[in-house]
Structures are given as C-alpha cells and as structure tokens.
C-alpha cells in the first residue's frame, strides 16, 4: 500500500508524528506539489493523502490511475471534485470534529477582538500613548459588553453548537439557523431561526456552515443591508461565503460595526484584497484549527479513515464511488 501525503507542510511543520499515516505502508512526504509534480508524485500510489490542494481540473486529470483513496487532512472538500472522483471508482474520505474547541474558541477572540480591541490597544500602551497621555484610564474605541445581546449562528453542528455554549457563557441570547433544527440545547434563552430572522435580529452573526453553491456569497449586500445596524460578523468557516467587496463598503459606510475572520475567499488573499484596508476589520491567517493537539488528531484520524478503507468497512466518505470491473 502506497501512499503520497502531497502537502504535509502546514500541516506538520517537523513537530508532529506522522506514525498514524506512515507506519500503513511506504510513504511519501512533501511540503507542497505543483500541478507539474502531480503525475510523478501519484505515480504507483495507492492513497493520495492532501489538504489544500485543488483536486478538480487539470489536477485530477494529472492523478495516477493507479490511485484508489482520497484521504483529506481536513474536514472541507470544495477543493476537490468528489463526483468526478466518485465516476473513476475513488472514495474520498474526510476527518470530522477534530478541532470542534479549538474553531469555536477561536470565534469569540475573533470576537472579543472586536468588542474589546485588545490587540490594538495593546499596541497603543507599547507606542508610548498612555505615557503622553498621562491619565489614569482611557480607550481608543468604547468596549461592547457581549452581556444581552443576540448571537445568530449559522450552520449548528458540531462548531456551531460549541460556540452557541460559549455564547451563551458570556450571557448572551443564541439563535441558531441550520437546514435540520432538532435537538436544541439545555441552555436558555435559545431558538432555532430562519435566515432572515438572523440577519434581522443578531447583533453577531457567527459562521459555521460549509461552502457550497447554494451558501457562496451568502454574506452579500443584499442581506448585510437586513442587518442591525452596528452589528458584528464573525467567519471561522469559508472565506467564499462572505462577498469580501460587500463587506468592505458595509465596513466603510459603518453598517457593520466590525468583521473578523479567520479565512478568506482566496488563500493567501490578493494584495487587493478590500477586507486587507478595511477598518473594524480582523484577519487572521487560517489558524483557527491549528493546535499542536487538534493537528496531530488529524494525522491519527486520516490514518484510521485508510486502515478502515482497507479493511473493507470505509468511514466518512463524502462522495458515492462507481465500483470499478
């Protein structure tokens, strides 16, 4: 059994194992591969293991043949066409609730940051600002107390759910909007809600679906304009699901009193990017997910997902393979 883990880098920089994965067969392990590098790299090998990389297009017409798993280091698979891997006879396999604590406490400091400002303000203290000003107390923007306001979160599942906890933890008011609304939490006061009524009603509104056609651009104009006015927005899901040039405006004109986000429409962004200028804004570089202790859940779950494949009995597989003659 012959696996190619073909952008290991970020995952596992040199400090994790990767046993998990290794010790099932010969390995190979590259930082990252150029479309150019694919047909080699496959060549022979049995499970493609990979994170980020675009398997659609040119990039699965690059694959071996010989390649019978998929094996994703990550829980998202828009990067990857699943049907057209679905037509040549290939699972693909993803890893779920690997980092449910860690997406979800990354969402509220997103948040914190915003209400609280602590980062910059920080920063004003290190410049040398409360010497020169020479006054016990001061702030560079007034803080917002979360207390009493209404968190909307949209997508409920495993992340959704944590962050609704950790909401209601700092006394606020959850709504939740997903497409089956069943088991509500203990917790009070709590509602599932239509879209609208979370745009229309939260003072955050906190993103945890996944992309797809029907969620791209969900965060648009046309909805930021139901919005309270003031109101925040956090993303720790999919840059695509934000329209980042709606955003920007809504940033300027002070519709939307801040956006934090942890991922971004292209990664790394363009130059151009207007979410980069845009003020009340936060980004950070992908890293909601990236504790030493969820990456290496993920190599210890990717390898389960290829010995269960191997056994005959396969685990979370998102696509529907043909069996092949």
């Excluded at 040199?14 to 479309?35: C, F, K, N, Q, V």
């Excluded at 209400?115 to 409360?130: I, K, L, P, Y």
């Excluded at 497409?179 to 239509?194: C, D, H, I, Q």
């Excluded at 006015?229 to 940033?251: E, H, I, K, T």
Aim: glycine content about 8%; proline content about 6%.
């Amino acid at each position: 059994m012959k696996i190619a883990i073909l952008d290991g880098q970020v995952l596992n920089p040199g400090d994790l194992d990767w046993s998990p994965i290794s010790s099932i067969g010969p390995t190979a392990i590259y930082g990252e591969t150029r479309l150019e590098q694919m047909a080699e790299r496959t060549r022979d090998v049995d499970v493609v293991v990979h994170n980020k990389i675009p398997l659609r297009g040119e990039w699965l017409k690059a694959m071996s043949p010989s390649v019978k798993l998929v094996a994703l280091l990550a829980t998202g698979y828009d990067n990857v066409d699943i049907q057209a891997c679905a037509r040549r006879g290939i699972p693909v396999c993803n890893v779920i609730a690997y980092g449910t604590d860690d997406v979800a406490q990354h969402t509220m400091a997103l948040l914190l940051e915003l209400c609280r400002g602590v980062a910059g303000q920080s920063d004003e203290v290190r410049r040398g600002g409360w010497t020169r000003r020479n006054v016990w107390c001061y702030w560079l923007k007034t803080p917002v107390n979360l207390a009493g306001l209404t968190m909307g979160i949209v997508g409920f599942g495993a992340i959704g759910r944590k962050v609704g906890e950790l909401a209601h933890a700092f006394g606020m008011k959850v709504l939740a909007c997903c497409r089956t609304p069943k088991n509500p939490p203990s917790y009070t006061p709590f509602a599932f809600a239509s879209m609208d009524q979370i745009f229309a009603e939260s003072d955050v509104i906190s993103l945890h679906c996944p992309l797809t056609p029907e969620t791209k651009g969900l965060v648009c104009a046309r909805r930021i304009a139901r919005m309270k006015d003031g109101a925040f927005v956090v993303n720790a899901a999919r840059g695509g699901l934000v329209c980042d040039a709606d955003m920007a405006r809504a940033l300027v004109d002070g519709k939307v009193a801040g956006f934090a986000t942890d991922v971004l429409s292209t990664e790394p962004p363009a130059e151009d990017n207007p979410l980069l200028v845009a003020p009340n804004a936060v980004v950070t570089p992908h890293i909601a997910w990236a504790s030493a202790q969820s990456r290496q859940r993920i190599i210890r779950m990717v390898g389960e997902n290829i010995r269960r494949w191997m056994a005959g009995t396969p685990v979370n597989v998102v696509n529907k393979p043909v069996r092949q003659a």
